[in-house]
């Protein structure tokens, strides 16, 4: 990752919006100076999922001491003098988790009289590719599947976004994590279903591909999650063991297919070739090895962020509050964290 030469421009991210705290200092559009994530998976864990309440406290525990680890490994001594921007994410996620980040980052651009800009998350998650590949440029498609959405975006242009569409019900990481419950693999789901599946059979179960042939930019991962359950229920009824390589294995082959297929058509409605993948479920083998051969195949150019910026960072926050910064963007300290922010034109 390289800098824009004569650009020192340094802009502080703060991403609390469900259950990792990150922070980190971005020089110009894309050099990172330092990145630190505090993880609450451990947390959670034993819960089976996020829990909202305990989310805010430990984001409360975390962010300062975060922050000033950050800061020192990027050698700023005086952040008053020396950053430019403050950039948070402000929407959507939990309430109760991006009020931290929010008021942290209210308070420090008060203190410091730095300037101020709220992000939406997933506009931070479509800002990973930006920082990764300083070729990309509007207009390109960007599939964001993360654990609270799947859609597709037309980027326009940095700031000016189509939704192409999104999921009917549950997102694409969320059928993970459900079905890595299901299988009592405990949570979060998308990292452990991945590694089995790499050894199971894809083709052992014939589960269905969600809205296949549906010929519109859609997803639906619910039924999926449910024709798993139902794989089980048989298995448990004939006192058969569970395969459960094979059944993460095609689990995901369907999953991807779907996400596959769906690219596909929102490449063939607008004719944009160039395809980017974001989101925690970004970090998926099988997805990023599908999007790739598609490409190939199909002659699209494809974009894929490290693993690290897929799930959430603050990198991707620091990156989009800078564009949006400098597109003249400025938010005064009276803006409350969306809960359901729509990121759309
Ligand atoms: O983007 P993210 O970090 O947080 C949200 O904005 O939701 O995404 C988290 C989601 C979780 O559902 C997690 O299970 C999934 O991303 N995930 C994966 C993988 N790594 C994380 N899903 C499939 N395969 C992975 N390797
Ligand atoms: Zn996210």
Redesign the pocket.
């Known amino acids: 990752m390289t800098s824009v030469a004569g650009d020192p421009f340094l802009t502080l991210g703060i991403e609390t919006?469900?259950d990792?705290t990150a922070v980190a200092v971005l020089e110009g559009p894309r050099r990172v100076l330092a990145a630190g994530l505090s993880s609450q998976v451990e947390d959670h864990a034993p819960h089976g999922g996020v829990v909202p309440e305990l989310a805010s406290r430990k984001h409360q525990e975390a962010i300062l001491p975060l922050l000033h680890q950050v800061l020192n490994r990027a050698g700023i001594r005086n952040p008053a003098r020396e950053l430019h921007l403050v950039a948070v994410t402000s929407g959507p996620g939990l309430m109760g988790s991006l009020l931290v980040g929010v008021m942290t980052a209210k308070a420090l651009s008060q203190a410091w009289e730095v300037p101020l800009v709220s992000v939406n998350?997933l506009e931070g998650?479509l800002f990973a590719n930006v920082v990764a590949h300083g070729d990309l440029k509007p207009p390109f498609l960007c599939l964001i599947v993360?654990?609270?959405?799947t859609e597709i975006l037309l980027v326009r242009a940095f700031g000016d976004y189509q939704v192409l569409g999104g999921t009917r019900d549950d997102?694409?990481?969320?059928a993970?994590?459900k079905v890595a419950k299901l299988l009592g693999l405990g949570y979060?789901?998308?990292?452990v279903?991945?590694r089995l599946a790499a050894t199971g059979n894809p083709e052992a179960f014939p589960l269905p591909v969600p809205l296949s042939g549906s010929g519109a930019v859609e997803f639906s991962f619910s039924g999926l999650k449910t024709a798993v359950l139902w794989v089980l229920k048989r298995l448990e009824k004939d006192g058969l063991p569970v395969p459960v390589e094979d059944l993460c294995a095609s689990f995901q082959r369907a999953a991807v297919a779907s996400l596959l297929e769906k690219t596909r058509v929102a490449v063939e409605q607008t004719g944009v070739r160039q395809v980017a993948l974001s989101?925690?479920?970004g970090?998926?083998?099988a997805?990023r090895a599908g999007l790739e051969e598609e490409g190939a195949r199909r002659g699209w150019r494809v974009y894929l962020p490290p693993?690290d910026l897929?799930?959430?960072n603050g990198v991707m926050i620091a990156a989009a509050g800078y564009s949006a910064f400098r597109r003249g963007i400025r938010c005064d300290v009276t803006f409350a964290p969306d809960p359901s922010w729509e990121l759309n034109a």
Do not use: I
């Not at 997102?171 to 969320?174: N, S």
């Not at 979060?188 to 990292?191: A, L, Q, S, T, V």
């Open positions: 919006s469900c990792d998350h998650h993360s654990g609270g959405h997102a694409a990481g969320e993970y994590d979060p789901g998308g990292p279903v991945d989101g925690g479920v970090a998926n083998s997805l693993r897929c799930t959430d």
